[in-house]
């Protein structure tokens, strides 16, 4: 039994249609005298089993859920309202921004009632932030986003039928703290790694990617930042469970230094045009052609390279092979696709293939696990391709390394790789210029220094040229879909493989290069906690 009570103006419109996937449960739903009758019908009228009911006359429930801020006028009436929700659900958990953090919060939106003609003159309190709920009544769990997705309402609600601990750990403390942008404990401790998650999320869309790094803009509907916390929720540099990732992808834990995986082979393109243009035997580029070409995906995110800005990637959506060969190459610098993955769907892409870093998987991932503010975004999302990464870099820092390291002008740059512990640079002008890679490692962002996964754990599939021969590419089959993806464009023609300890190096390097990755950036994880410093994904 589920038991409901809606004290703000907001919301209720969004959690009904979570109770269509629990038929089994009776709701019974409360909210204060101003509610309008019409309102309520709207919202819970098409639900049979939804019985609208006085505070008093809520029975005992499993689960109580309460949305809204306290409002000024109504203040006593919110409060029997709140004490009855208490006593009654053995587990009380607050929807919404409002409900949260110490009342400073400037997050949620003026309702209808609230904006009508002639309140601002008739209620003293207009405009002025409410009382939180959590002021008044303790709460077992909260969700601190304005408002969200049903998909996530659901998934706590059946977490917390299932007493699964582990899982609501996160939401236990959420009630008490204000909700947090990214901006604050994550860009400006430079743990940003540029993936665009917040963007993507943001309701209003007033996050923008700018050289990089999240800044807050009036967006294309001149809506503005509400602190409504989805950023900083669904931010893969937030708190996070990376064990509970693992199992929701695989079922267990996997290897320590490799993650999961069910095989492993050294692989490139068969196609001339490819491997003529793309890095490391075009692997990648191969496997997005045969999803194209056999109707797996419509949409790919990709990076073209800048025309006005050498080597600066653009964010574009790939559609077929053609544009796949635009984007082939390894820029070696922050592109922020999972806002343009925001932005295909948003133009109807039904299928799309998500390729990125260790961190930019993790974020995808988060959304899975954690589909509060999401947007449906991982529900397009048919299977994925992991990079193997050490670092990344912003622009500036590209710039940096090729211009000042190699004093070479970015424009005269043809290729770059990394291998053999050295940055190389080929020019157009057939020169090969070797940086020790400890000397580019010094401009890698600042996120990349508490990054623990080297070969992209979580994707279905994960690539890089460390481990096979020149002109080939390590390729880890992780998943049943990522198996059903590289076979299927083995027996297409699309890739040629061979067993990874067939060749060499062979993956006593890979091995060795993530358990490098693993010690080194412990190490500073490590350190800044001494610091007194925190790292929010690694409960530090």
Same mark, same amino acid.
């Given at each position: 039994?589920?038991?409901?009570?809606?004290? /703000?103006?907001?919301?209720?419109?969004?959690?009904?249609?979570?109770?269509?996937?629990?038929?089994?449960?009776? !709701?019974?739903?409360?909210?204060?005298?101003?509610?309008?009758?019409?309102?309520?019908?709207?919202?819970?009228?098409?639900?049979?089993?939804?019985?609208?009911?006085?505070?008093?006359?809520?029975?005992?429930?499993?689960?109580?859920?309460?949305?809204?801020?306290?409002?000024?006028? =109504?203040?006593?009436? @919110?409060?029997?309202?709140?004490?009855?929700?208490?006593?009654?659900?053995?587990?009380?958990?607050?929807?919404?921004?409002?409900?949260?953090?110490?009342?400073?919060?400037?997050?949620?939106?003026?309702?209808?009632?609230?904006?009508?003609?002639?309140?601002?003159?008739?209620?003293?309190?207009?405009?002025?932030?409410?009382?939180?709920?959590?002021?008044?009544?303790?709460?077992?769990?909260?969700?601190?986003?304005?408002?969200?997705?049903?998909?996530?309402?659901?998934?706590?609600?059946?977490?917390?039928?299932?007493?699964?601990?582990?899982?609501?750990?996160?939401?236990?403390?959420?009630?008490?703290?204000?909700?947090?942008?990214?901006?604050?404990?994550?860009?400006?401790?430079?743990?940003?790694?540029?993936?665009?998650?917040?963007?993507?999320?943001?309701?209003?869309?007033?996050?923008? !990617?700018?050289?990089?790094?999240?800044? !807050?803009?009036?967006?294309?509907?001149?809506?503005?930042?509400?602190?409504? /916390? @989805?950023?900083?929720?669904?931010?893969?540099?937030?708190?996070?469970?990376? =064990?509970?990732?693992?199992?929701?992808?695989?079922?267990?834990?996997?290897?320590?230094?490799?993650?999961?995986?069910?095989?492993?082979?050294?692989?490139?393109?068969?196609?001339?045009?490819?491997?003529?243009?793309?890095?490391?035997?075009?692997?990648?580029?191969?496997?997005?052609?045969?999803?194209?070409?056999?109707?797996?995906?419509?949409?790919?995110?990709?990076?073209?390279?800048?025309?006005?800005?050498?080597?600066?990637?653009?964010?574009?959506?790939?559609?077929?092979?053609?544009?796949?060969?635009?984007?082939?190459?390894?820029?070696?610098?922050?592109?922020?696709?999972?806002?343009?993955?925001?932005?295909?769907?948003?133009?109807?892409?039904?299928?799309?293939?998500?390729?990125?870093?260790?961190?930019?998987?993790?974020?995808?991932?988060?959304?899975?696990?954690?589909?509060? /503010?999401?947007?449906?975004?991982?529900?397009?999302?048919?299977?994925?391709?992991?990079?193997?990464?050490?670092?990344?870099?912003l622009y500036g820092s590209v710039r940096s390394i090729i211009e000042y390291e190699a004093g070479v002008p970015l424009s005269k740059v043809k290729k770059?790789? !990394?291998?053999?512990?050295?940055?190389?640079?080929? @020019?157009?002008?057939?020169?090969?210029?070797?940086?020790?890679?400890?000397?580019?490692?010094?401009?890698? /962002?600042?996120?990349?220094?508490?990054?623990?996964?080297?070969?992209?754990?979580?994707?279905?599939?994960?690539?890089?040229?460390?481990?096979?021969?020149?002109?080939?590419?390590?390729?880890?089959?992780?998943?049943?879909?990522?198996?059903?993806?590289?076979?299927?464009?083995?027996?297409?023609?699309?890739?040629?493989?061979?067993?990874?300890?067939?060749?060499?190096?062979?993956?006593?390097?890979?091995?060795?290069?993530?358990?490098?990755?693993?010690? =080194?950036?412990?190490?500073?994880?490590?350190?800044? %906690? %001494?610091?007194?410093?925190?790292?929010?994904?690694?409960?530090?």
């Amino acid at each position: 039994m589920i038991i409901h009570a809606q004290v /703000g103006i907001c919301g209720g419109c969004v959690t009904s249609k979570v109770y269509e996937k629990f038929p089994d449960e009776e !709701i019974y739903y409360t909210q204060h005298s101003m509610a309008k009758e019409e309102l309520i019908e709207d919202k819970f009228g098409a639900h049979e089993k939804v019985n609208v009911v006085k505070p008093e006359e809520l029975p005992e429930a499993d689960i109580g859920i309460i949305e809204g801020p306290v409002c000024f006028q =109504d203040k006593e009436e @919110t409060k029997k309202i709140l004490d009855a929700m208490r006593s009654k659900a053995k587990k009380l958990v607050g929807i919404g921004v409002c409900i949260c953090g110490n009342g400073k919060n400037t997050g949620g939106f003026i309702s209808p009632i609230c904006s009508s003609d002639g309140l601002e003159r008739f209620c003293r309190f207009f405009r002025i932030r409410h009382f939180p709920a959590v002021r008044f009544v303790d709460l077992d769990y909260a969700i601190p986003i304005c408002c969200p997705t049903p998909e996530g309402i659901s998934t706590l609600i059946d977490a917390i039928l299932r007493d699964d601990e582990d899982y609501l750990k996160p939401f236990e403390k959420m009630a008490e703290e204000l909700p947090k942008s990214v901006l604050e404990d994550v860009v400006d401790e430079d743990l940003c790694i540029s993936c665009g998650a917040c963007a993507a999320t943001c309701p209003t869309r007033c996050i923008e !990617i700018v050289y990089g790094k999240p800044k !807050i803009e009036r967006s294309v509907n001149r809506s503005e930042c509400i602190k409504c /916390g @989805t950023c900083y929720f669904q931010c893969p540099r937030s708190f996070i469970d990376l =064990d509970k990732l693992t199992e929701k992808v695989f079922g267990e834990l996997g290897d320590e230094s490799l993650g999961n995986y069910q095989e492993i082979y050294a692989a490139r393109s068969t196609d001339p045009e490819i491997l003529k243009i793309a890095q490391d035997g075009g692997i990648g580029t191969a496997l997005l052609s045969y999803a194209f070409e056999n109707g797996v995906v419509d949409g790919a995110a990709a990076a073209l390279r800048s025309e006005e800005n050498p080597w600066q990637p653009i964010d574009f959506i790939a559609r077929n092979k053609e544009d796949l060969l635009k984007a082939a190459g390894t820029k070696y610098s922050y592109a922020s696709i999972i806002k343009t993955t925001r932005d295909a769907i948003e133009d109807e892409f039904g299928k799309f293939a998500f390729i990125g870093t260790p961190c930019m998987i993790q974020a995808i991932k988060k959304m899975e696990l954690y589909p509060y /503010g999401s947007r449906e975004i991982h529900n397009h999302i048919d299977f994925s391709i992991g990079l193997v990464c050490m670092e990344n870099f912003l622009y500036g820092s590209v710039r940096s390394i090729i211009e000042y390291e190699a004093g070479v002008p970015l424009s005269k740059v043809k290729k770059m790789d !990394i291998g053999k512990g050295k940055f190389w640079v080929y @020019t157009i002008d057939g020169d090969v210029i070797a940086i020790p890679l400890a000397e580019a490692a010094k401009y890698a /962002g600042g996120g990349c220094h508490f990054c623990l996964d080297y070969v992209s754990e979580l994707s279905d599939i994960s690539i890089g040229s460390v481990g096979a021969p020149d002109g080939w590419s390590t390729l880890f089959v992780r998943t049943d879909k990522g198996k059903e993806i590289v076979e299927n464009a083995i027996e297409g023609g699309y890739i040629e493989v061979k067993p990874i300890d067939e060749v060499k190096p062979g993956l006593g390097l890979v091995k060795k290069l993530a358990n490098k990755k693993k010690k =080194d950036n412990l190490k500073h994880v490590l350190d800044r %906690k %001494k610091e007194g410093k925190r790292i929010p994904y690694l409960k530090v």
